[in-house]
Nanobody, 116 residues
C-alpha cells in the first residue's frame, strides 16, 4: 500500500508564508520524480513545482521566484516553501509523482487560503 499525506496548510494574509509537507511511503519516492500540484474549487488541478530527472527543480510561471521545493529522501518527505502568497494561491495543495503513468492515488491534500 502506498499513501501520500499532505500537511501544513492554513489561512494566511497576502504576502505571508507557509511551508507544506508531503509524507509518503518509500515506494512512492524511490526512483520517481515528485512534485506539487494545486486545485482551486471548480478548477482543474495544476502543476506547481517538481524535481526533474537530472536533479534540478522546475516551477510553474505562476509561482516561480516565490515557491521553493525541497525533499528529504531519508525521511520520505517533500516540502514546499511558499512565500509572498497571493489570494490566487488559494487552493488545495497535493503531492504526487510527476510522470502521469507513475501516479499513485491522490491524498486528501492540504488547504491553503490566502485572504486579507
Amino acid at each position: 500500500q502506498v499513501q501520500l499525506v499532505e500537511s501544513g496548510g492554513g489561512l494566511v494574509q497576502p504576502g505571508g508564508s507557509l511551508r507544506l509537507s508531503c509524507a509518503a511511503s518509500g515506494s512512492v519516492f524511490g526512483g520517481n520524480a515528485m512534485g506539487w500540484f494545486r486545485q482551486a474549487p471548480g478548477k482543474q488541478r495544476e502543476f506547481i513545482a517538481g524535481f526533474t530527472a537530472v536533479g534540478t527543480t522546475t516551477y510553474a510561471d505562476s509561482v516561480k521566484g516565490r515557491f521553493i521545493i525541497s525533499e528529504n529522501d531519508a525521511k520520505n518527505t517533500m516540502y514546499l516553501q511558499m512565500n509572498s502568497l497571493k489570494p490566487e494561491d488559494t487552493a488545495v495543495y497535493y503531492c504526487n509523482r510527476i510522470a502521469t503513468n507513475r501516479r499513485v492515488n491522490w491524498g486528501q491534500g492540504t488547504q491553503v487560503t490566502v485572504s486579507s
